[in-house]
């Protein structure tokens, strides 16, 4: 709290009560009945007071009790306002310490202690308690709109110094624009308030400003853009000599918090101009004055500044010595979880594990929705490898009786082991506690999402993935992955022939959603309505339905913006043109591909397709002809065997168009050493490749051509030569006659 609010906090625990007087009618007060009303009120105060010593002690649940008592026994106005103002605080600090207080009973007794309160001074103070309770509750839109009715309703120059600074806190803090704020700046000049904190304050605004410029592109636009001939801006490089002028000014200052603050100021400034080395030097200049407020802030801006290995070198003995600086216990559970998140952007994962245990160790004080942190502690004991630690941790999450904290707790586990790779923790932790949450919970459906992944990249039995699939589908079908996960369901069960299966898959896939145009962008395009219309379009080709897989092909190649997805469409599409004879239409198709794009598989097909329009000769190269054949063997098992026999005789037919018989013998000598031989036609080859010899009746010539055969080819060739040995001795007896 400023040094505004704090002239406003002299209330409670101090004799406000004193020199109150009741009249009735006209009758006046017998000294016994004052005397009795001054023992009620020091009474009254005596309770107040330990209250107020209870709210010290962060002992919320009985300083709660004992403000609904007084409350109870208030016997005016003030009383209950007094007592109400300290049940509103104790509430706000136990929610703010992560217990469970109700924040909206906070606010009713905020705004019933205000309405009822006679003190100016006392309004004020419980005012400023509201606006802190409507921020921590995120009710901003309420917070801006209680902040000006206390403005309006202010009576005392301190009291509207104090709701000012409010203001453009609130303002600079919650992305309001440079407009916004240079607008509030003149509204306030324009209040005659002569006092030097009122000119300390609109000073402080004005330079809280020319710092945001020089940080923020759009307030430097901003502040640009309104510049007019008689008030032009000033440029960057004096703005900023400027601003860091007056910082400097403020370094030398009496007040030690400012001092502090300014050095943090500079080292943002450092930062935001590109002088990160200046920024480092700022920040320790700032930690060795162990400065009391601030210390989350550095932190920030050490995760800002330290965004390589390099700069963590420097970042990490600065972060350390900024722990030792943080009074854990008078941070509130979401300024903790902020500094964890911190210290684990710069990988300091020891020191993130000793500020939640630092803060659970007080568990007993601080309340018992500790739910979020004692998660957090579960996730880094298992990044740091201490699964015994994780374990006990998780134990305690139960015990607490806070289930959707042991969900986040397991999702933070299972993400962790699946951004590492270590899918057999995932399935240990999952199959561990996924059955202790909430059949409904988000918790549990990511888990099992979580679990799928795991099977899946294990490869467990397929039964078994699409098991764990379709439980996780059913928890949540709106899950965030489940579009995902359903599709890769569907291309296993197509990997298993599953034609049909898969195709009733891919339809609950969103399919709607492509037709409807919303498709990719990117090369890497995974869109999951065009690859879940690729996949129907690939089974319903297996299944022999043309016609369909022919209109599905077409409309994606004709809408994707995505080369990849086009290209694995088009060779499907081209496929099905030389199925119906449709040589120039194949041509069309496959000229649509980009061959980068395609995968191993993908490129095999395209190949044998494309081989009987591209230019022969180059088959001719046996470099050229093996390369083709290490293709192959990257096509799936049940696929190799048609599509080297595919292959060969494409690649024979087009030698054989060329006459080369050396290319030829080659050809014949690669199909015998194929692991698919025996389905080869190798004696047509061969009878193809001589055939001129015997329309000629060279059967000498071709007896001497198979006998070089014989010595690298299989049986079959040897059977061609005895066949032929005999139509030559046929040949030699007709020849003689």
Same mark, same amino acid.
């Given at each position: 709290?400023?040094?505004?609010?704090?002239?406003?906090?002299?209330?409670?625990?101090?004799?406000?009560?004193?020199?109150?007087?009741?009249?009735?009618?006209?009758?006046?007060?017998?000294?016994?009945?004052?005397?009795?009303?001054?023992?009620?009120?020091?009474?009254?105060?005596?309770?107040?007071?330990?209250?107020?010593?209870?709210?010290?002690?962060?002992?919320?649940?009985?300083?709660?009790?004992?403000?609904?008592?007084?409350?109870?026994?208030?016997?005016?106005?003030?009383?209950?306002?007094?007592?109400?103002?300290?049940?509103?605080?104790?509430?706000?600090?136990?929610?703010?310490?992560?217990?469970?207080?109700?924040?909206?009973?906070?606010?009713?007794?905020?705004?019933?202690?205000?309405?009822?309160?006679?003190?100016?001074?006392?309004?004020?103070?419980?005012?400023?308690?509201?606006?802190?309770?409507?921020?921590?509750?995120?009710?901003?839109?309420?917070?801006?709109?209680?902040?000006?009715?206390?403005?309006?309703?202010?009576?005392?120059?301190?009291?509207?110094?104090?709701?000012?600074?409010?203001?453009?806190?609130?303002?600079?803090?919650?992305?309001?624009?440079?407009?916004?704020?240079?607008?509030?700046?003149?509204?306030?000049?324009?209040?005659?308030?002569?006092?030097?904190?009122?000119?300390?304050?609109?000073?402080?605004?004005?330079?809280?400003?020319?710092?945001?410029?020089?940080?923020?592109?759009?307030?430097?636009?901003?502040?640009?853009?309104?510049?007019?001939?008689?008030?032009?801006?000033?440029?960057?490089?004096?703005?900023?000599?400027?601003?860091?002028?007056?910082?400097?000014?403020?370094?030398?200052?009496?007040?030690?918090?400012?001092?502090?603050?300014?050095?943090?100021?500079?080292?943002?400034?450092?930062?935001?101009?590109?002088?990160?080395?200046?920024?480092?030097?700022?920040?320790?200049?700032?930690?060795?004055?162990?400065?009391? *407020?601030? /210390? %989350?802030?550095? &932190?920030?801006? !050490?995760?800002? $500044?330290?965004?390589?290995?390099? +700069?963590? #070198?420097?970042? *990490?003995? /600065? %972060?350390?010595? &900024?722990?030792? !600086?943080?009074? $854990?216990?008078?941070?509130?559970? +979401?300024? #903790?979880?902020? *500094?964890?998140?911190?210290?684990?952007?710069?990988? !300091?994962?020891?020191?993130?594990?000793?500020?939640? +245990?630092?803060?659970?160790?007080?568990?007993?004080?601080?309340?018992?929705?500790?739910?979020?942190?004692?998660?957090?502690?579960?996730?880094?004991?298992?990044?740091?490898?201490?699964?015994?630690?994780?374990?006990?941790?998780?134990?305690?999450?139960?015990?607490?009786?806070?289930?959707?904290?042991?969900?986040?707790?397991?999702?933070?586990?299972?993400?962790?082991?699946?951004?590492?790779?270590?899918?057999?923790?995932?399935?240990?932790?999952?199959?561990?506690?996924?059955?202790?949450?909430?059949?409904?919970?988000?918790?549990?459906?990511?888990?099992?999402?979580?679990?799928?992944?795991?099977?899946?990249?294990?490869?467990?039995?397929?039964?078994?993935?699409?098991?764990?699939?379709?439980?996780?589908?059913?928890?949540?079908?709106?899950?965030?992955?489940?579009?995902?996960?359903?599709?890769?369901?569907?291309?296993?069960?197509?990997?298993?022939?599953?034609?049909?299966?898969?195709?009733?898959?891919?339809?609950?896939?969103?399919?709607?959603?492509?037709?409807?145009?919303?498709?990719?962008?990117?090369?890497?395009?995974?869109?999951?309505?065009?690859?879940?219309?690729?996949?129907?379009?690939?089974?319903?080709?297996?299944?022999?339905?043309?016609?369909?897989?022919?209109?599905?092909?077409?409309?994606?190649?004709?809408?994707?913006?995505?080369?990849?997805?086009?290209?694995?469409?088009?060779?499907?599409?081209?496929?099905?043109?030389?199925?119906?004879?449709?040589?120039?239409?194949?041509?069309?198709?496959?000229?649509?591909?980009?061959?980068?794009?395609?995968?191993?598989?993908?490129?095999?097909?395209?190949?044998?397709?494309?081989?009987?329009?591209?230019?022969?000769?180059?088959?001719?190269?046996?470099?050229?002809?093996?390369?083709?054949?290490?293709?192959?063997?990257?096509?799936?098992?049940?696929?190799?065997?048609?599509?080297?026999?595919?292959?060969?005789?494409?690649?024979?037919?087009?030698?054989?168009?060329?006459?080369?018989?050396?290319?030829?013998?080659?050809?014949?000598?690669?199909?015998?050493?194929?692991?698919?031989?025996?389905?080869?036609?190798?004696?047509?080859?061969?009878?193809?490749?001589?055939?001129?010899?015997?329309?000629?009746?060279?059967?000498?010539?071709?007896?001497?051509?198979?006998?070089?055969?014989?010595?690298?080819?299989?049986?079959?060739?040897?059977?061609?030569?005895?066949?032929?040995?005999?139509?030559?001795?046929?040949?030699?007896?007709?020849?003689?006659?």
């Amino acid at each position: 709290m400023s040094k505004f609010a704090v002239m406003l906090g002299f209330i409670l625990c101090a004799p406000i009560l004193g020199g109150v007087a009741y009249m009735v009618g006209s009758h006046v007060a017998t000294q016994a009945e004052a005397e009795a009303v001054q023992e009620s009120l020091v009474t009254y105060n005596r309770m107040l007071a330990e209250i107020q010593e209870l709210r010290t002690q962060r002992r919320f649940s009985i300083g709660q009790e004992r403000a609904r008592t007084a409350i109870e026994n208030a016997t005016s106005k003030q009383m209950r306002a007094a007592a109400g103002y300290l049940m509103g605080a104790l509430m706000y600090e136990e929610w703010r310490a992560g217990g469970d207080a109700p924040m909206d009973a906070a606010v009713a007794y905020l705004k019933a202690a205000r309405n009822l309160t006679g003190s100016p001074t006392q309004r004020a103070k419980i005012g400023l308690q509201l606006l802190d309770t409507l921020e921590a509750m995120g009710e901003l839109e309420k917070y801006s709109a209680c902040l000006d009715e206390l403005l309006s309703t202010a009576v005392a120059f301190d009291e509207e110094i104090a709701l000012w600074e409010r203001r453009f806190d609130y303002l600079l803090g919650h992305g309001a624009g440079w407009e916004e704020v240079n607008a509030a700046l003149e509204e306030a000049k324009g209040i005659n308030i002569d006092w030097a904190e009122w000119k300390d304050l609109l000073a402080d605004v004005h330079l809280r400003m020319d710092e945001r410029i020089l940080e923020n592109a759009e307030w430097y636009e901003a502040y640009v853009a309104a510049q007019t001939p008689d008030k032009p801006a000033d440029s960057r490089a004096d703005l900023f000599a400027s601003t860091r002028s007056r910082l400097k000014g403020l370094s030398v200052s009496a007040d030690e918090h400012q001092k502090e603050a300014s050095y943090l100021r500079m080292a943002r400034l450092m930062h935001a101009d590109g002088r990160s080395s200046e920024a480092y030097q700022l920040l320790e200049q700032f930690v060795n004055m162990r400065p009391e *407020v601030g /210390i %989350a802030e550095a &932190l920030d801006l !050490l995760c800002t $500044i330290s965004s390589n290995e390099v +700069d963590l #070198i420097t970042a *990490v003995p /600065i %972060a350390r010595n &900024l722990l030792h !600086l943080l009074d $854990i216990n008078a941070m509130s559970q +979401d300024g #903790i979880i902020h *500094v964890v998140d911190q210290l684990e952007q710069m990988e !300091l994962y020891p020191e993130a594990l000793g500020v939640l +245990d630092s803060r659970l160790s007080l568990i007993e004080h601080v309340g018992r929705n500790q739910g979020p942190l004692v998660a957090r502690s579960a996730a880094l004991n298992e990044r740091l490898g201490d699964r015994h630690a994780a374990l006990e941790t998780m134990g305690f999450l139960q015990g607490l009786e806070c289930n959707r904290w042991l969900g986040r707790g397991l999702c933070d586990i299972v993400d962790l082991n699946l951004a590492k790779g270590d899918y057999t923790s995932v399935e240990e932790w999952v199959e561990a506690y996924v059955g202790r949450l909430t059949v409904a919970s988000d918790a549990r459906a990511h888990a099992l999402y979580a679990l799928y992944e795991a099977k899946y990249w294990q490869d467990r039995p397929l039964a078994e993935q699409l098991f764990v699939g379709a439980t996780a589908l059913e928890s949540n079908p709106d899950h965030y992955m489940a579009q995902s996960v359903e599709l890769r369901m569907a291309h296993s069960i197509e990997n298993e022939a599953l034609y049909s299966l898969a195709v009733s898959y891919y339809n609950r896939i969103g399919l709607l959603s492509f037709f409807q145009g919303e498709v990719g962008d990117d090369s890497a395009s995974q869109n999951v309505g065009e690859q879940a219309v690729l996949g129907k379009a690939r089974c319903l080709k297996k299944l022999g339905d043309w016609v369909a897989a022919n209109q599905l092909y077409r409309n994606i190649c004709r809408r994707t913006r995505s080369p990849l997805v086009k290209s694995e469409a088009a060779v499907g599409w081209a496929e099905i043109a030389l199925k119906e004879n449709q040589q120039r239409e194949a041509l069309r198709r496959y000229n649509l591909v980009h061959v980068q794009m395609l995968s191993e598989t993908d490129q095999v097909r395209y190949m044998l397709g494309r081989m009987r329009f591209d230019d022969n000769s180059r088959l001719v190269d046996s470099e050229v002809m093996e390369a083709n054949l290490e293709l192959l063997a990257n096509l799936p098992e049940d696929e190799q065997c048609d599509a080297t026999v595919t292959f060969f005789n494409e690649t024979f037919e087009s030698l054989q168009m060329l006459g080369d018989e050396d290319a030829m013998m080659r050809m014949i000598d690669l199909a015998c050493q194929s692991t698919f031989a025996d389905s080869l036609p190798i004696s047509s080859y061969v009878l193809r490749m001589f055939s001129g010899r015997i329309d000629a009746q060279e059967i000498d010539s071709l007896g001497a051509g198979l006998r070089k055969l014989e010595g690298v080819a299989d049986a079959s060739v040897g059977d061609l030569v005895k066949d032929v040995d005999r139509l030559g001795n046929i040949s030699e007896l007709v020849k003689g006659l």
